[in-house]
């Protein structure tokens, strides 16, 4: 029998705080992580804010090793990873298990080793990389510093899906679950704000110069962000054995490639109607149970406006609040799908729907409801959570209030 | 894990471009790779250190030139071995679909350092220039998945699209993925393997590592005497299809995937961040061997690479798991290719399965840098 597979626990690093408490009120209060990037001088570029972590010393969350060990990506990762598994309500021993497994995103990964042996290479020669420095690089070093710290033996992966890494990898720890794999996963996804990226970013044409203003008619662009978010996802008969309470359960997920530009969407949302529609029929599900849209919604005029086409390709006349919280967090590129997944999982807990902020005026070519301004309340029980991103990606993540979904045997049955 | 049929190969190497050439390769002696003059950097700086790269590689007699320039090495790697293994599962002729449709096939590939080239390229320019000359066209480039993104726009895929990073064991790794996907009906067939390019700033770390050999004369992958590993390069992407559906097709199986396991073992909390273990690959190849017949185990298609780090815990656990079986080692003709390895390993495995010999299935093995290690069986078909 194919299990539930059910989040009880969750972590966030953002700038709006570190833990899910931190990070949800100020998201309902539509509080901005905004500020001017203090990591490195940015004035040269014409773009100086970004929603930075302030704040965060890995020292508080990590041990003296870990800390030694990680860079700054993988230290978001392993923090957020540490306060999910304490709101779990798991010892940390429970995890020393070959049923126990880490599947993490990211886009870049530790950045800021990588920036610093680059470097040195760049203006020393390449004699002057240590070879003490080199192995703290590889991108998929935040899953094994997780593994390594909670002593996780089973499957060890990092899915780098660019900005819908945190969906891929929420999903794929998803189906370990489902087939029978894993008891427990710890999954999301950690990004850090590096100069290179955020170069390339505004090179691109695509960072906002003050705000994000998602589906507005003036919107301007991103604003780039980092931190982690993550989840533990539990088979339904290992959280139950344990007294584990279920704050949602992940439905289904799609997934499809536009096939059309490395870094714009295509056009006509096809892709992203695919993934919506699959997404909610794995769930079992109809598109007229769907509650809320926690949106893709990046601020760039190409993005909002395809994900508009897509929401209405779906849904038709019906008007299913959407929100993107980018406006407050900016696009954690790696990390976005993963803490937007937290925020879905607030929403389904709470009823309320985060605000997007700096909406004055609508975009025709975003013919949405967006929840505008000032959080929104209603009903809460089925949640998707868009990612688009490089590579033509789209990915969806549908979220339910346990108990909403029907056995996923049924579901299966249905499909 | 449900059979899964391999029903093309596609092969970008410096043992040749397209199967037929791979495959003629693994069936002569190894060592014809290997250079000390490599084309794609400048020349090494030690007389006795060796890679194995695709001299002068030209995509464009396979792909065409249009829309190649601001490709880099490993995009035009994956997109020669994609478009290769189309046309050998008959997924694909003269570059249009004939089996399967865009909405059906998808793409699943491993790289463990892919970007590293064009993140040195841009920071170059951002450092000794300025960051407002960065090419846009070039920077994505530096995000890792963009690589296998491509291959999607060229070959107009549109089923899922993923990249898997964990460093040596990735190009096993994604086979798994693959496997979920296509179990779970996302797409009928999935572009599966890896991918690493050459580049100067993979070899200069692995050279400040000292990892590199650096004594030809004693290299041989799983010789104790070996003092490293020599880097290699390529892309091997496979069509992976159910099993069933690939013979309702009437498509040519060369081999079946039917077991996989993949394993994590923790250091010691004081110990350092990188070790190798033995027992996380006894645990994999457990797990991939469950459901199969041991007797049936004709040979150990190896990771091994002649870096002592690495290979003194696999040859152990293919002893503890495997007893007496023949091991063979795939780098000691292509060199270390990383993320790439683990699907060379399996595309080898499909060449030397079709000897004949006693056995029908290979256990693929591959340990990681940091407690990782993964195993994959693949069969002879009958």
Not at chain 1, 238 to 258: F, K, Q
Not at chain 2, 308 to 324: C, H, N, Q, T, V
């Amino acid at each position: 029998m194919t299990p539930r597979v059910l989040v009880t626990g969750m972590g966030v690093v953002s700038s709006l705080g570190l833990g899910r408490a931190a990070f949800w009120r100020s998201l309902v209060e539509g509080r901005s992580g905004t500020s001017t990037i203090s990591s490195f001088d940015a004035t040269r570029l014409g773009r100086t804010l970004a929603a930075e972590v302030q704040g965060f010393v890995a020292g508080d969350h990590l041990t003296a090793t870990e800390a030694k060990r990680a860079g700054r990506c993988a230290a978001f990762a392993l923090a957020a990873a540490r306060m999910a598994v304490r709101d779990a309500g798991l010892d940390e021993g429970a995890l020393r298990s070959e049923r126990a497994s880490v599947v993490l995103g990211t886009t870049m990964g530790e950045a800021d080793i990588c920036g610093l042996l680059d470097g040195r290479w760049i203006v020393e020669g390449p004699d002057a990389m240590s070879p003490r420095v080199l192995p703290k690089y590889a991108p998929y070093l935040l899953s094994m510093e997780t593994a390594q710290a909670f002593g996780c033996r089973g499957t060890v992966l990092t899915l780098p899906a660019a900005c819908a890494a945190g969906n891929y990898a929420i999903g794929y720890a998803a189906d370990l679950i489902r087939a029978g794999r894993a008891d427990v996963v710890i999954t999301g996804a950690a990004e850090m704000l590096q100069e290179l990226q955020f170069a390339g970013f505004v090179r691109l044409g695509a960072v906002a110069p003050e705000r994000c203003q998602p589906f507005d008619l003036d919107r301007q662009g991103l604003i780039v962000g980092e931190g982690a978010g993550v989840m533990v996802l539990e088979s339904e008969e290992h959280a139950v054995r344990r007294g584990a309470t279920a704050l949602a359960e992940v439905g289904g997920y799609g997934l499809a490639c536009d096939g059309f530009h490395i870094t714009r969407p295509e056009p006509s949302g096809a892709g992203v109607i695919h993934a919506l529609r699959e997404a909610i029929w794995r769930a079992g599900l109809t598109v007229d149970e769907v509650d809320f849209i926690n949106a893709h919604g990046t601020g760039t005029r190409a993005n909002d406006a395809v994900e508009s086409t897509a929401v209405r390709a779906v849904f038709g006349e019906r008007r299913v609040p959407i929100s993107s919280i980018k406006s407050l967090i900016g696009h954690c590129m790696g990390a976005a799908s993963a803490i937007e997944a937290v925020s879905c999982v607030e929403t389904i807990n709470t009823g309320l729907y985060p605000p997007t902020v700096g909406y004055a005026t609508p975009d025709p070519e975003c013919d949405v409801a967006v929840v505008a301004n000032a959080a929104g309340r209603g009903r809460a029980d089925v949640v998707v959570n868009h990612s688009l991103a490089f590579g033509g990606y789209d990915a969806v993540v549908l979220f339910a209030k346990p108990d909403r979904l029907p056995p996923p045997d049924v579901r299966e049955a249905r499909s | 894990m449900r059979p899964l049929a391999i029903t093309g190969l596609g092969v970008s190497s410096p043992l040749g471009l397209g199967w037929d050439a791979f495959r003629a390769s693994l069936a002569a002696p190894p060592g014809a790779a290997f250079t000390t003059s490599p084309t794609s950097f400048s020349a090494l700086p030690h007389p006795a250190l060796r890679v194995a790269e695709i001299a002068h590689f030209d995509p464009r007699p396979i792909v065409g030139d249009k829309g190649l320039r601001n490709n880099d090495r490993l995009t035009r790697l994956l997109l020669v071995a994609a478009r290769l293994g189309l046309e050998h599962a008959g997924v694909k002729r003269d570059g249009a679909f004939v089996a399967h449709g865009p909405a059906e096939v998808g793409v699943c590939a491993s790289t463990a350092y892919g970007s590293l080239e064009a993140i040195h390229e841009l920071d170059s320019v951002a450092r000794l220039e300025d960051p407002r000359y960065l090419n846009p066209a070039r920077f994505p480039n530096t995000v890792i998945n963009s690589s296998v993104g491509y291959v999607s726009i060229w070959e107009e895929l549109r089923a899922l699209n993923a990249t898997v990073t964990n460093g040596p064991t990735g190009g096993l790794d994604a086979f798994d993925a693959a496997s979920l996907w296509l179990d779970a009906g996302r797409a009928k067939a999935v572009l599966t393997g890896g991918a690493e390019a050459m580049s100067e700033g993979l070899w200069q770390a692995f050279r400040r590592l000292g990892a590199l050999d650096e004594h030809p004369e004693a290299w041989a992958p799983g010789d104790p005497r070996s003092g490293g590993l020599r880097l290699g390069e390529g892309a091997c992407l496979v069509v992976l299809e159910d099993l069933a559906a690939a013979r309702a097709r009437g498509a040519k199986v060369h081999a079946e995937v039917v077991g996989y396991g993949a394993a994590f073992e923790p250091a010691e909390a004081s110990a350092p961040m990188v070790h190798v273990s033995a027992g996380a690959l006894a645990r994999a190849v457990q797990g991939a061997l469950a459901g199969v017949d041991r007797a049936r185990v004709a040979m150990v298609v190896s990771g091994l690479s002649g870096y002592g780090l690495l290979d003194g815990p696999e040859r152990a656990a293919i002893a503890e798991s495997l007893g007496e079986v023949p091991v063979r080692c795939p780098k000691a003709w292509m060199g270390e290719t990383l993320g790439a390895a683990g699907a060379f390993g399996v595309a080898a495995a499909v060449g030397w399965l079709a000897d004949g010999r006693a056995g029908d299935c290979a256990v693929v093995t591959s340990v990681g840098f940091y407690g990782n290690a993964s195993a994959l069986v693949v069969r002879r078909p009958e």
